[in-house]
């Protein structure tokens, strides 16, 4: 059974950081690709940033030099580093991977940026 599981979210002022962790379980994790999505109040959710099993990254355009995706494989573990916060950040923070077709996400953390 694939689980997904965030953590490191909370209220941080403008201008902050935030580390996010998504542990894996029931995956040999280094087989796949790793991403992070958020969805804000009345928003659709949209990608974030993603990791290849090479470690290869893309990010949206709106966290690009701010935030960066990592993983590290015997932990099972995928990171997203968040600096430079912006009121605009704010949202749930979902991790997700693909296996063959189906979409596996977590249950989210929240991120809350405000002073």
């Known amino acids: 059974q694939v689980q997904l599981v965030e953590s490191g979210g909370g209220l941080v002022q403008p201008g902050g950081s935030l580390r996010l962790s998504c542990a894996a379980s029931g995956i040999t994790f280094d087989s796949y690709a790793m991403g992070w999505y958020r969805q804000a109040p009345g928003k659709q959710r949209e990608l974030v940033a993603t990791?290849?099993?090479?470690?290869?990254?893309v990010y949206a355009d709106s966290v690009k030099g701010r935030f960066t995706i990592s993983r590290d494989n015997a932990k099972k573990t995928v990171f997203l580093q968040m600096n430079s916060l912006k009121p605009e950040d704010t949202a749930v923070y979902y991790c997700?991977?693909?296996?063959?077709?189906?979409?596996?996400w977590g249950r989210g953390t929240q991120v809350t940026v405000s002073s």
């Open positions: 997700n991977t693909r296996i063959r077709t189906h979409d596996y």
């Open positions: 990791i290849t099993i090479g470690g290869s990254t």
